[in-house]
Each structure stands twice: as structure tokens, then as C-alpha cells.
């Protein structure tokens, strides 16, 4: 028994080991990309628009909102990735014949995606600590609180990506899954204002917002890295984002493994 855990503890790592070597070959192309969204929005909303009325302490909030929702602009490559696959080459079939069972080859999948999201989103911190100069407190960060919420929400954006892949039967309709989806989850999951904000102004609209699962990784790392006071409690956003995870993994899984026929 052991053995057999250890052979597929082996075969996924092995796996895991040829997609970094992989995607090593864009990760410099994909960085400094992420490293332009985030200088132009942190610059605009920091410096520019402060003419405008914005409170001076929005560079870091909005600093906080790029980095922990740059993982779910990434989703909309990921599942054209997979779905390109399935109706192309087809090379995930190779991966499911594999000694593996078919569910820890999707599993597999959502962890190599999260690991790519955590890899470049990883220095986005001290490159804003640079853009806001003192107007970002270090300090003030809650260390480990930071690492368990960028950890939970990269395997969130990993798992998410997987569930949409499972759901989206074509790619013409990838077409639909940035306006229908990622937009309206990002524009109304906590990017602009916290949840307290949306609260005061309408208790229903609070609540109803409490669906969105973005909300949890808005709120989160906001709280380890800016402080508490203000957004929803550290520990229930991380709970929270770890059921949807979990709810849209094993989701996943069962779509993938019907659509391609491992049952």
C-alpha cells in the first residue's frame, strides 16, 4: 500500500518537475507582463487619479487587489489550454494512462497551475513596496497569515481553472467566459472597495456578495497584509475559500473523468 502511494507521490512530482520546465521558458515573458498590469494600475489609482479624490491609503489597497486577483486573469489561459487540448492532440490522454488514477491526474492539474500563478505573482509585493514607496507599511504584515492566504488562494485560482475547463464543452465559447464570468466575479468580488464598504451601503447586497468567492481572497489577503481592522475575519475567509476549492475540485474531477470516459 505504501509502495503504491509512494509510485504515485513519485509520477506526480515527475510530472509536476516537466510542466516548470516548461513553462521556465515564459515565465519571463509572463512576469514582466504581470509586472506592467500592475505598475499601470498602481500608478493610476496611486498618483494619477488622486486629483480625483481618492483616499491616500488606496495605493495599498488596490496594490493588494492586483496581486490577489492577478491569479484569476491567468484562469482564461489555462482552461483554453485544456480545452484546446481535449479537442486537438489530446495529449491528456497519455497522462491518464499513466499508473495513476484518473482523479490525481486532474488533482495534478490544478496544483501545477497554482504552482505556475504562486511563481509569478510571487514578487509583485516588493515591487510595489517600490511603486508606494511609505505609503506601504511592511510592518504591518502578518507573515504567516499572508503565506496560508496566497497558498489558499493560488490552489483556489488552480482548482477554479480546472472547474471551467470541465464545464466549458467548446472553445468557441471561451469567447463568453471573460465577459460572463471573469469580469463580473472580479468587478464585484472586492477589487475596488471591501466588503464592508458594500455592507454599509446595502446589508442584502453584503450578503449576496458573500457568494463570490474572489470576495474571500480579496478580503483575506488584505487583512495579512494590511491589517484587520476594516475587512471580513482572517481565519473565516480562509475556511470559506477553502470549501469552494474543494466543492469546485471534486466538481471538476467528476465532469473530466465522464467527459473523457475514465468512469
Known amino acids: 500500500m505504501n509502495r503504491r502511494y509512494e ?69 482564461v489561459g489555462k482552461v483554453a489550454s485544456m480545452i484546446g487540448d481535449i479537442e486537438g492532440d489530446k495529449t491528456i ?29 510571487f514578487l509583485l509585493l516588493p515591487l510595489g513596496k517600490l511603486l508606494l514607496f ?4 511592511l510592518t504591518v504584515i502578518n507573515y504567516p497569515k499572508l503565506v496560508l492566504m496566497f497558498i489558499m488562494s493560488n490552489l483556489f485560482f488552480g482548482f477554479f ?34 466588503w464592508h464598504a458594500v455592507y454599509k451601503l446595502s446589508p442584502v447586497g453584503g450578503y449576496m456578495s458573500l457568494i463570490n468567492p474572489l470576495i474571500y481572497v480579496m478580503e483575506g489577503m488584505r487583512a495579512a497584509i ?11 475567509s480562509l475556511v470559506m475559500l477553502m470549501i469552494f476549492t474543494i466543492v469546485f475540485g471534486l466538481d471538476a474531477i467528476r465532469r473530466l473523468k465522464k467527459r473523457l470516459d475514465c468512469i
Request: charged letters at 10%; aromatic letters at 22%; one cysteine or more.
Open 7 to 75: 509510485s504515485y507521490a513519485s509520477t506526480v512530482l515527475n510530472l509536476i518537475a516537466r510542466d516548470l520546465r516548461i513553462f521556465k521558458v515564459d515565465f519571463w515573458g509572463k512576469f514582466i507582463d504581470s509586472c506592467i498590469m500592475l505598475f499601470s494600475t498602481v500608478v493610476i489609482f496611486s498618483y494619477f487619479l488622486s486629483s480625483y479624490g481618492l483616499r491616500p491609503d488606496f495605493g495599498p489597497f488596490i496594490l493588494v487587489g492586483v496581486i490577489a486577483g492577478f491569479g484569476l486573469f491567468d484562469v
Open 93 to 121: 490522454l497519455y497522462t491518464i494512462s499513466l499508473p495513476i488514477p484518473a482523479w490525481l491526474v486532474f488533482a495534478y492539474q490544478g496544483l501545477s497551475w497554482a504552482l505556475y500563478s504562486s511563481l509569478l505573482c
Open 134 to 137: 511609505s505609503q506601504f507599511d
Open 161 to 194: 481553472a480546472l472547474w471551467l475547463s470541465s464545464v466549458c464543452k467548446r472553445m468557441t465559447r471561451l469567447s463568453h467566459l471573460f465577459v460572463r464570468v471573469i469580469n463580473p466575479m472580479y468587478m464585484f468580488g472586492g477589487y475596488l472597495y471591501s
Open 226 to 236: 494590511l491589517g484587520q481592522e476594516g475587512y471580513l475575519p482572517f481565519w473565516f
